[in-house]
């Protein structure tokens, strides 16, 4: 989040911060690819957190680089109020 916030504004999802910043050249392709199935495998698992404080970059010497993936839990299915 604080890196699209710095380079290049409010991005909604995933995978449209990570196809500005590689417009940008401030990521490389193959971690553009990477989010892209991430997105796609959260959806299909039920995962309605992915926001942008769920996916972080490392920085690099010229650009930045995905980090492991946390937080891919199916929140779809968690308990509700009342333990429904």
């Not at 380079?7 to 999802?13: K, P, S």
């Not at 490389?28 to 970059?57: C, K």
Request: aromatic content about 10%.
């Amino acid at each position: 989040m604080a890196i699209t916030s710095e380079f290049i504004g409010y991005c909604e999802t995933w995978v449209d911060a990570v196809e500005q910043l590689h417009d940008e050249q401030l990521i490389a392709q193959e971690d553009v690819e990477s989010l892209r199935w991430l997105s796609g495998f959260g959806t299909l698992i039920g995962n309605t957190d992915m926001h942008l404080g769920n996916i972080s970059l490392i920085p690099g010497k010229t650009n930045f680089g995905l980090a492991p993936i946390y937080d891919m839990t199916p929140m779809y299915y968690q308990s509700k109020a009342g333990g429904v």
